[in-house]
């Protein structure tokens, strides 16, 4: 992506603008915020890829978006709530909400976002990298400014942590 | 327990299950990126602007803080200027001119024996004649001239250590002059003093000397007068500057 031409930008956005918002997502719990974080990082790639030529747009995006939880103040406790069901309509939310299954699915997202909320930031990212986005150690390193051997014990780390805060989760 | 690789990647991928639509996410990206591009622009526009802006200033700091002021300068040229060194003569003449005339050097305003001074009406600054002063060596008989009798010597009046003889010629309007010829008895020189009115006025009371004769013969009796001269200066040499006198003293 050294010269970029606006249209190949486009479809870079429109391709990656999900997988970054989950990922982002994944590391805030919140879907408005990880809207905000995702449309950020992306307009600071579209802007310094018209000026100077981005190498590596994913590295670009990913590190940009990482930083931002590096900055961010934690906080203690975290309140997470799963979001609407994009296929329910208002008029069959409540018979949704009834349904034991999605309920399910609600519980076990707020149980994972806590579990993840409870590792370092650092670690989380490892993680949210390399299982959410699917990262290699090595892009990982990369996004993270992180040694490879960093990567990898991180990783363990956060594996072990999160079998300690979600036996029952993992085992369904 | 211990989470494995897979287990994980499954539990992330189903909790983002529930992700709310992008709606108009793409869009929004570029927009932002607009405002980010104008952003930079402004910035580094302004930075440039800013830059030119302290280049001015400091330029101007040190400008004003290296090079003099003109002011400065002009203020203290003057200082430095050596003072004007004191004409007694000029002393002597100021002291003799009624207080409504102020006098002042006419250039060339002094020679070897002779000075020469223009006088001024202080209220409207018109000029009010001419006062020249001379001084000749004479011998010790000296014969004050008489207008009428070129072999004749004029009997001389006294005042203090100074003989005098007054000359007034007001005949013609245009030229009216009082001239005193003075011998200082200390030292046997002969000073002439020659008050001329302003010339070519037409008007017998503006062209009047701006020294009475009264006043002229005061003026040539004063010793500060006598003083102003050193005691090498004459004119009695064929020297052009030296004034042009109504009634010449004859000092050979």
């Given at each position: 992506m050294g010269t970029t031409s606006d249209e190949a930008l486009h479809d870079y956005v429109a391709a990656r603008y999900r997988d970054l918002r989950r990922s982002a997502f994944l590391m805030c719990g919140d879907w408005a915020l990880a809207d905000e974080l995702t449309r950020t990082s992306l307009a600071r790639l579209v802007a310094d890829a018209h000026r100077d030529g981005v190498h590596d747009p994913d590295a670009y995006v990913y590190s940009d978006l990482m930083a931002a939880f590096q900055h961010r103040p934690a906080r203690r406790e975290h309140v997470f709530l799963a979001g609407p069901d994009p296929t329910s309509g208002t008029a069959r939310g409540a018979a949704t909400a009834r349904d034991a299954g999605a309920a399910d699915r609600q519980m076990r997202t707020v149980l994972v976002l806590d579990a993840l909320h409870h590792l370092a930031p650092r670690c989380r990212a490892v993680l949210v990298l390399r299982h959410?986005?699917?990262?290699?150690v090595d892009e990982t390193a990369d996004v993270l400014g992180l040694a490879d051997e960093r990567v990898e014990a991180y990783e363990a780390a956060g594996l072990a942590a999160l079998g300690q805060l979600l036996p029952k989760v993992a085992a369904r | 327990m211990t989470i494995t690789r897979d287990d994980l990647g499954e539990l992330l991928d189903r909790i983002c299950h529930d992700e709310p639509p992008v709606h108009d996410g793409v869009e929004a990206v570029f927009r932002r990126a607009e405002a980010i591009r104008r952003r930079r622009m402004w910035t580094v526009v302004a930075a440039g602007v800013s830059a030119v802006v302290l280049v001015a200033a400091v330029g101007y700091v040190l400008a004003t803080a290296v090079v003099p002021a003109p002011a400065q300068r002009s203020a203290a040229a003057p200082a430095a200027a050596p003072a004007p060194r004191a004409d007694p003569a000029l002393l002597a003449v100021r002291a003799a001119v009624d207080d409504r005339l102020r006098v002042v050097p006419r250039e060339p305003s002094r020679g070897a024996g002779w000075r020469q001074y223009t006088v001024l009406d202080r209220a409207s600054g018109r000029p009010h004649g001419l006062v020249e002063i001379s001084v000749y060596a004479a011998p010790a008989r000296f014969c004050f001239p008489v207008l009428a009798d070129a072999g004749a010597c004029a009997r001389p009046e006294r005042s203090g250590d100074a003989e005098y003889v007054r000359y007034s010629d007001d005949r013609d309007v245009d030229w009216q002059v009082h001239q005193v010829i003075a011998r200082w008895r200390p030292d046997g020189r002969v000073v002439a003093v020659l008050a001329t009115g302003e010339r070519g006025t037409g008007d017998r009371t503006a062209g009047r000397p701006p020294l009475t004769a009264s006043q002229a013969a005061a003026l040539a009796a004063n010793p500060g007068l006598r003083a102003a001269f050193g005691a090498d200066e004459r004119c009695n040499g064929p020297d052009p500057a030296c004034p042009l006198l109504k009634v010449p003293v004859r000092a050979d």
């Open positions: 959410g986005t699917g990262f290699t | -």
